[in-house]
């Protein structure tokens, strides 16, 4: 059965802390491009960033990203571990997340749209008609 949508929960630990967090990573093919990062806040919601895919589908291998948010796979007390950084004027937060469970999100994501078949699954007349059709 195919699906246009994959999301996962992971257990994330926030650098520095003793208790993980949890955090769900969603792909929406609507977004091909994109894939939504969220961090469970208190009451049960979620606080979200926006990912660039190739950002995280990178990480697995090398580090990632130069402004808000950047990924680097590291091995840190004998596990294999993805290192996200996320910045903005509020502050830094760094969070960690096991390299295979991550790799699994990727590979699920690759069963909605396959890496590097993103902009066939975009309308990008579409999306500008969106932006300029806007009133301000």
Do not use: N
Not at 16 to 38: I, K, N, S
Not at 73 to 97: C, F
């Amino acid at each position: 059965m195919a699906t246009d949508t994959v999301s996962r929960d992971m257990f994330t630990v926030l650098h520095g802390q003793p208790a993980p967090v949890v955090t769900r990573w969603t792909y929406a093919a609507a977004d091909p491009f994109a894939v939504t990062l969220g961090v469970r806040a208190r009451g049960d919601r979620f606080v979200e960033w926006l990912i660039a895919r190739d950002l995280v589908v990178g990480s697995l291998k090398a580090p990632t990203g130069c402004g808000d948010v950047r990924m680097s796979p590291q091995h840190v007390q004998g596990y294999d571990i993805v290192e996200i950084e996320i910045r903005s004027t509020d502050g830094r937060a760094v969070l960690e997340v096991d390299r295979d469970l991550l790799a699994e999100f990727v590979d699920a994501s690759a069963g909605v749209v396959a890496i590097g078949d993103e902009s066939a699954h975009m309308d990008l007349d579409a999306e500008i008609s969106k932006i300029t059709s806007r009133t301000v």
